[in-house]
């Protein structure tokens, strides 16, 4: 068993119930409690729901052990925490391990007898040694390490190890003696197994093709460990044992990213991938070498898994309907929150040429009126993620509201293959503004929207490009809403965590220090002055990812350059906040939009001086970013 992480900017987001292996009747779920997210377990035969947590700032991550424990994170607003379980029936919150202490947690995993795992993140000062694994209790934790800890379930936890940087634990193996974490998927240390004691098993490489763990096979005593690996463009799943190297199953191949998990008879594997915006599922037979296509209904497939007896529960959305949970042989599932709806408008598809191919865009047209309508990009984050045909209240919002919404898979984004996943060719933000700025054309050209009014909403890494564009384009946009965004490149990398240090080193090619101008070049701060239209900045006072001062810092640029601008500031983090905080930024954000886009004369945005635009140009095309970049499929 391992833990399931719900965090996200939305209050709640759908997620399949996860299945207790002892008693498959027995899940666990998160639903929606008041406007919070909360853990909940479903008893299949009774059709009943019981809420398990109730906290002031939802409960994201829960689990169900082979016993039926439930357990959940325990977190404060600045994501730090312990793990707590109780029977599944109900009973006292007990603490999955005492001694451990309140940190970020990088997993959960327990044993088939009740062993317990915990990764958790670390500071200090020290680094770990040449394996990059430090062992027992007395060993100095080092600057962004994560510590292990492992004791039965209620027991005393025992500090075994150490890794150095960011990692996540993977799975722990049936008898508890084996324990996969993954790190940076194109590293030399992409994937660490560990023994129960701490001890060194193995170190799998991603130098040759970036490798990401996904579990142990179950009722299996030679420690088979799932893999999934980039290969020549290609995705394809690998198998791991003690003493080998993976052994990749080359007719087992996508071309676009996929993650699997076990059957529940170790022999076979269920494959869900994802392919321009849309997903299917696929049984790999180990014995058989056969690849067979499980029927699911067009659309989006945001999990899967396989269960006994040959069933498979998956989590089915598109653009029309709410996520619902759907299981191949009819067992009852728990509700979804959210009513069926029918969208406003109509949905299309676009394909923009581009230099590294088509950008692919789906656009929602509100329903038609006298004249063409306002345009919202909503930007999707990542930037290794997409935007998919699934359901989006904020798109129906803005659909209902009168507006046309474009959400544009830009280069960068997954589901489109690796080539495209590294194609930065015009530098970081740089090449996907220019996918935003290429669709926006198109969708002009093709009269579906108003070129006077276009604006543009992304969080976290969407948000970024959203203030990156107002400020490197600003004859395009007419508004801007960037909520929990990067603005300053550089200082997001020194007050940032670990994780989004490396990511940032391998999408800039070094650090700040080491390549001063690539950071700046990619900095929306950078062109502060150069914003004419204006901007809402939803911010998070505890955001670790998307640190507030660096926001602060762009927002006294923008007042200094007498930019209009509005700021929202959130008493959260930078995942996860409660149905309030959502409903008061959806709110803040469709008003500030429908006052700079309809209410206002439609003329086209102020522009700088021809000087400062060609300035901008060339800060475009200069030295291209590094493209080697840590991803996850």
């Known amino acids: 068993m391992t833990a399931t992480d719900r965090g996200s900017f939305e209050v709640f987001r759908a997620a399949l119930p996860e299945v207790c292996d002892g008693d498959p009747t027995r899940m666990v779920f998160t639903g929606d409690a008041a406007g919070r997210c909360e853990i909940f377990t479903w008893d299949a035969r009774t059709a009943r729901a019981r809420q398990v947590t109730d906290r002031p700032g939802g409960t994201f991550h829960a689990a169900i052990d082979g016993d039926g424990h439930v357990w959940w994170f325990d977190e404060d607003e600045h994501g730090a925490g312990i793990w707590r379980y109780q029977p599944f029936a109900g009973g006292p919150d007990l603490p999955g391990l005492p001694g451990v202490p309140s940190a970020r947690t990088h997993g959960l995993a327990v044993s088939d007898d009740g062993q317990v795992a915990l990764a958790v993140a670390e500071t200090g000062t020290e680094t770990g040694t040449g394996t990059g694994t430090q062992t027992g209790p007395g060993t100095a934790a080092g600057s962004g390490g994560t510590a292990l800890y492992t004791g039965p379930r209620g027991g005393t936890g025992r500090r075994v190890a150490r890794l150095d940087g960011h990692a996540d634990l993977a799975g722990i193996s049936p008898d508890g003696g084996l324990l996969a974490l993954g790190g940076q998927a194109r590293s030399a240390r992409a994937v660490t197994v560990l023994r129960a004691d701490g001890e060194p098993c193995a170190v799998l490489s991603g130098e040759s093709g970036a490798l990401w763990p996904l579990g142990f096979a179950p009722d299996d005593k030679a420690g088979t460990l799932l893999l999934v690996r980039e290969r020549d463009g290609r995705y394809l799943p690998a198998l791991w044992q003690p003493g080998t190297d993976p052994v990749e199953l080359p007719w087992c191949a996508f071309d676009t990213e996929i993650t699997a998990r076990w059957c529940p008879d170790g022999r076979a594997l269920l494959i869900r991938q994802e392919r321009h915006g849309r997903g299917t599922l696929h049984l790999a037979d180990l014995d058989a070498r056969t690849l067979t296509t499980v029927p699911t209904p067009p659309g989006t497939l945001l999990d899967a898994a396989p269960r006994p007896g040959g069933e498979v529960h998956y989590l089915w959305t598109d653009s029309a309907h709410p996520a619902r949970a759907r299981s191949t042989a009819g067992t009852a599932l728990p509700p979804m929150p959210g009513a069926e709806v029918r969208l406003p408008g109509t949905g299309r598809e676009l394909w923009t040429p581009g230099p590294d191919g088509p950008v692919h865009t789906l656009v929602t047209l509100p329903e038609p009126g006298p004249h063409r309508p306002p345009c919202v990009f909503l930007v999707h984050g990542g930037p290794a993620d997409h935007d998919r045909d699934a359901y989006d209240g904020i798109v129906h919002s803005l ?127 950078h062109y502060a002055a150069r914003v004419r239209a204006p901007l809402l900045v939803v911010a998070a006072e505890y955001d670790l990812k998307c640190p507030p001062e660096q926001v602060r810092g762009y927002l006294r640029a923008l007042a200094a350059a007498g930019v209009p601008n509005e700021a929202m500031w959130l008493a959260t983090g930078h995942d996860g906040y409660d149905g309030g905080d959502h409903v008061a930024v959806l709110r803040r954000a469709i008003t500030f939009l429908a006052r700079e886009l309809r209410d206002r004369p439609r003329t086209a945005p102020q522009t700088p001086a021809a000087t400062g635009r060609q300035e901008a140009g060339q800060r475009t095309r200069a030295a291209p970013a590094s493209t080697s970049r840590p991803h996850a499929p």
């Open 399 to 525: 659909a209902a509201s009168g507006f046309a919404v474009a959400r544009v898979n830009y280069r960068g984004s997954t589901g489109y293959g690796p080539a495209w996943r590294e194609a930065f060719s015009e530098g970081v933000g740089l090449t996907q503004i220019a996918d935003l700025a290429s669709v926006r054309a198109d969708l002009v050209d093709r009269g579906w929207i108003d070129g006077r009014a276009t604006a543009l909403w992304g969080t976290s890494w969407g948000g970024y490009l959203a203030l990156l564009a107002l400020g490197v384009q600003p004859e395009l946009w007419r508004a801007g809403v960037a909520v929990k965004p990067v603005a300053d490149c550089a200082e997001a990398f020194h007050a940032g965590t670990p994780a989004l240090r490396a990511l940032d080193e391998r999408l800039f090619g070094g650090t700040p220090d080491q390549v001063p101008e690539r950071y700046a070049r990619s900095s929306p701060s």
